[in-house]
């Protein structure tokens, strides 16, 4: 019986003995391991275990407990970035950090993604005092253990074993980076992102200041609407990375949990502005202008309900609803535009596609739904790059043709339909340049003024389209006689005009002599109708210093009248004066 009672009692040590020696082994299984030594490149969020509050704050002490009790309660993240998308529970990411060697090694431990709300981290070694550092949205940047704005603590790891626990909550997308490295390493990474975001807001910013040079020169709203388009997409941005709170309002707590979801309704209110003025909704698509209209006040007043009430979370939500109404009505517009025959429509077409590819690969991979990285974290950013210079395109596009119609409609207007010469509009502004820079050389100039003889009684006779068709004939042969250099224009009715640079009165007479020599050779047959014209020539010289063109063309008007008188097909010369 004694030795019955000492086998059990042996049996009763042994158990006792396996339980303490598998309790701390449970542990070190619960907690990942990481050595002090390593100097991680990447993120590494895959290196340690996390656990999700269930709707109920938990304290340091809860944690560990949580984890003794059911180390099952802990989940290893299947990549190195922790991603649980839009408006999830606080996360506690847990750890050992051991250090093998007789000296503190210091690392610094960073979330680096600039919107999370609070983020606390906890370093507990045993025989010291628990370290606590705060950061994230909530906490003013001087109020931060480190002021920066990406949550961070920097420790020095004493030998042996250290617990650390992060805890991070945020409304917004829960997007966990974590990383483990030296000071030295964490600076590469940052100049490496200042970088990028100097580059993309770089060109983000030139294009809005030229937009907004063009709109203050040509004053077309879709460059101003423009200009602010790509504007507020770095405001956008600015404030939910970070970089705007740490540069522009470092100690205001409220406005940076409210500005993100309000300047994402105002980019989305100013890509749509400048859509609907970019392809013409209000005139050519008015069912789809109103429609967008009142899209946009909507979508205004329910922030502003949000905001009346409180509900930062709800106004997130709203904001991030309204990104892919905004793409779809972008594309929507873009495509049926191109469709009824706007070319420029391609370029916006293409460029918000790109943006929407951007859009779409950064939301899936904040969400968790495709595995992080840093293509897809950016993706946004170089989208909207991509769409920002192909939207330019599409600008510049539009304002080329805008400019050829305008040169088109400038030089019509210069140009006589019936004959094709220049009409009075297009000849005075060249034949003043003319004039100005003969009396600058003191050269030789005159005027010719031509009339058709008789014009009206050919009118009357065979009627006025074959009247015009005639005078359509005559100009072509005026613009044949013509020396190279000459200016010829339709002057009125049936009369023309001549300007003959470097020419005297004596080479005038012979070229004046010429039209009228071929004119009154010249044989119209029209519809079985021979018909013959002639005309009457009227020129003046530039004789003396200070004579103007319009004095110039009075004197050969007046010379044309005296050719007419003396009995036409004629011609008749005088010199300008001073006196005159």
């Not at 205004?300 to 990104?323: E, H, N, R, T």
């Not at 502004?429 to 050269?443: C, H, M």
């Amino acid at each position: 019986m004694q030795r019955h009672w000492f086998v059990f009692f042996l049996l009763t040590i042994l158990n006792l003995t396996t339980c303490a020696l598998a309790e701390p082994a449970h542990d070190n299984v619960a907690w990942p391991l990481i050595d002090a030594r390593a100097d991680y490149q990447g993120a590494m969020a895959d290196r340690v275990a996390y656990l999700v509050e269930q709707g109920e704050t938990l304290s340091v002490d809860e944690v560990q407990s949580l984890i003794s009790a059911d180390p099952d309660a802990l989940t290893r993240p299947k990549s190195s970035v922790l991603a649980n998308g839009l408006d999830s529970d606080a996360v506690w990411l847990v750890a050992k950090i051991f250090n093998p060697t007789d000296d503190a090694i210091l690392r610094r431990v960073s979330v680096e993604t600039g919107w999370l709300e609070r983020v606390d981290f906890f370093l507990i070694t045993e025989g010291q005092l628990p370290q606590h550092f705060i950061s994230g949205d909530r906490i003013a940047l001087g109020h931060r253990s480190v002021a920066k704005r990406i949550p961070s603590a920097d420790y020095s790891f004493p030998p042996g074993e250290t617990r650390l626990l992060i805890r991070v909550e945020t409304a917004d997308p829960m997007v966990v980076p974590l990383h483990f490295s030296s000071v030295a390493v964490s600076h590469s990474r940052e100049q490496s992102e200042a970088i990028f975001y100097s580059f993309v807001y770089g060109v983000m910013f030139a294009l809005s200041a030229y937009n907004l040079m063009l709109y203050a020169g040509l004053r077309k709203r879709r460059y101003l609407f423009y200009s602010l388009y790509t504007a507020i997409f770095v405001v956008v941005t600015a404030s939910y990375n970070g970089i705007a709170m740490a540069l522009l309002w470092p100690d205001a707590v409220g406005w940076q949990q409210w500005a993100p979801p309000l300047f994402m309704l105002c980019f989305v209110s100013s890509g749509l502005a400048f859509a609907t003025s970019f392809l013409k909704t209000r005139r050519r698509r008015p069912w789809l202008h109103k429609t967008i209209q009142t899209i946009g006040v909507a979508y205004f007043a329910l922030f502003a309900a949000c905001f009346a009430l409180d509900q930062q979370g709800l106004a997130l939500q709203l904001a991030f609803l309204i990104v892919p109404v905004f793409t779809v009505l972008m594309l929507y517009m873009g495509v049926s535009s191109w469709m009824r025959g706007n070319q420029a429509a391609r370029y916006f077409m293409l460029g918000t596609l790109a943006s929407v590819i951007g859009a779409f690969v950064t939301a899936l991979t904040v969400a968790g739904v495709i595995t992080y990285s840093q293509l897809g974290y950016y993706a946004l950013d170089i989208g909207m790059v991509v769409d920002a210079m192909l939207l330019m395109l599409a600008l510049a596009d539009l304002a080329r043709k805008n400019k050829v119609a305008r040169v088109t409609a400038e030089r019509t207007a210069q140009i006589d339909l019936l004959t094709g010469l220049n009409n009075r509009r297009g000849f005075l502004p060249v034949a003043e340049s003319f004039w100005s820079l003969a009396t600058r050389n003191k050269s030789s100039m005159c005027v010719a003024m031509i009339d058709i003889d008789h014009f009206k009684s050919i009118n009357d006779q065979y009627g006025h389209a074959a009247g015009d068709r005639i005078l359509k004939k005559i100009a072509e042969e005026l613009d044949n006689s013509r020396r190279k250099g000459d200016l010829l224009a339709r002057w009125g009715g049936e009369e023309f005009t001549l300007l003959l640079p470097e020419t005297d009165e004596a080479e005038a007479l012979k070229v004046a002599e010429r039209f009228r020599h071929n004119i009154e050779q010249l044989v119209v047959n029209d519809c079985g109708r021979v018909i013959r014209c002639t005309i009457s020539v009227g020129v003046a010289s530039r004789h003396a210093q200070h004579v103007t063109l319009e004095h110039a063309i009075s004197k050969a008007d007046e010379e044309l009248y005296q050719a007419k008188v003396q009995g036409r097909n004629q011609i008749s010369t005088g010199r300008t004066s001073d006196a005159a």
